[in-house]
């Protein structure tokens, strides 16, 4: 199995702990669902209603106990909007959400979502608003069983959620790890983010959960790790004009991560202008179609 490919579907990562790995792609991101005694725990849906309801038949099947929470870890619509799937949970997600729903929903996408993504049903998709908001992370007792929902701060968005499952020493991280895929950090803090990232890589958790990509260990969140310090070699050179970026040639990070065979590669020269503007001062604001043109040729 080359690094591009991994397998997919319903997967058991423990006792009571249960995930949907997806392949990847475009709006293709992972979930988990944790259960104790009492009840158990969703931390984030898929992207439409009838793939996050294929996932939560596979967890009825083998868990008898009620889903009474479903965390979102961050604003991005592949980790929500099949929420429709799961009314009856409480949703919990981190307080900059609110603004956030808002103003995606002042400007609608889902008509061109759906024509750009035909093979995807987004007819039942929805902006769960949390009942609870979240500035600093909890801890919640499925029953037997005390999981922590952690507030990482900006890493990928204004506000990411990771999920701490001490007993087993699984940490469900949604996009503040990417595996094999290269990640999208325009709304994101690439600083702080290296931080977080070395952070975990001394934390006690032994199995994490990507937001996309298959299951991995503390050498994957180091790999991570080390592209976000890469992005910022390669700004510095931007910056220096040493290098410029074109949209039709990979530069000499995304032909290294082209080499590795991690997904979604066109990333790296948004990040690399992001970060090259933060290194000269000025704003940046990434073009959506540029980025979508480009990713969508150099995943032809
Ligand atoms: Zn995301």
């Not at 990509?213 to 220096?240: I, K, N, S, T």
Request: aromatic share 8%.
């Amino acid at each position: 199995m080359s690094a591009n490919t991994w397998e997919t579907g319903f997967q058991q990562l423990g006792d009571g702990i249960y995930c949907y790995i997806t392949n990847g792609k475009t709006m293709m991101s992972n979930c988990m669902l944790v259960t104790g005694d009492e009840c158990a725990l969703v931390f984030d849906v898929l992207c439409t209603k009838p793939l996050t309801e294929a996932f939560l038949q596979e967890c009825r099947r083998l868990v008898d106990k009620p889903i009474r929470y479903l965390v979102i870890s961050h604003c991005h619509g592949d980790h929500f909007l099949g929420a429709n799937a799961l009314p009856e949970a409480i949703v919990i997600g981190h307080h900059s959400l609110k603004a956030a729903f808002d103003q995606d929903r002042a400007t609608p996408r889902m008509e061109a979502m759906q024509k750009r993504l035909p093979h995807l049903d987004f007819t039942d998709a929805t902006y769960p608003y949390p009942q609870i908001y979240l500035t600093d992370g909890c801890s919640i007792d499925l029953g037997n069983r005390m999981v922590e929902i952690r507030a990482m701060g900006k890493c990928h968005t204004e506000g990411d959620l990771a999920l701490w499952i001490p007993d087993a020493k699984w940490m469900a991280l949604a996009d503040v790890l990417f595996h094999n895929v290269v990640p999208p950090t325009i709304s994101g803090d690439i600083d702080h983010w290296i931080e977080v990232l070395e952070g975990l890589e001394q934390c006690e958790a032994e199995h994490f959960l990507p937001g996309h990509g298959p299951v991995c260990g503390r050498e994957d969140v180091r790999a991570m790790r080390e592209y976000l310090q890469q992005v910022r070699v390669q700004a510095q050179l931007v910056a220096d004009g040493a290098l410029s970026m074109k949209d039709e040639i990979p530069s000499p990070l995304e032909e290294r991560m082209i080499q590795a065979g991690w997904l979604e590669t066109a990333r790296t020269i948004f990040s690399t202008e992001q970060y090259a503007a933060k290194i000269k001062g000025v704003p940046y604001r990434a073009n959506m179609p540029r980025v979508l043109a480009v990713e969508a040729s150099r995943n032809r």
